[in-house]
């Protein structure tokens, strides 16, 4: 699984007032860093992932932590993963 950041989705995220690590309601200058930073990065392998990020505790039944949720806060320690992985 991957997951693609193209314009739309980083203009619903700087809507929504953050991107990954500001969560919903944040700070709208932080979103629009981490808004802008996706779309230049563009993909990440996710799966991968799943057994290093701290934010989801059932690795089996990881989707179960994403459903319903278009952003999600994470915590500092899984973003700074993510993003080492993108540079």
Not at 38 to 57: M, R, S
């Amino acid at each position: 699984m991957k997951i693609k950041v193209d314009e739309k989705l980083a203009e619903v995220a700087v809507l929504g007032g953050a991107f990954f690590g500001g969560g919903g309601g944040g700070d709208l200058k932080l979103g629009l860093k981490h808004a802008k930073l996706a779309i230049e990065l563009g993909e990440v392998d996710f799966k991968p992932l799943i057994p290093k990020l701290k934010f989801i505790t059932n690795k089996k039944k990881w989707s179960g932590h994403l459903m319903g949720k278009a952003m999600r806060e994470i915590p500092e320690e899984d973003y700074n993963l993510i993003e080492g992985l993108l540079n």
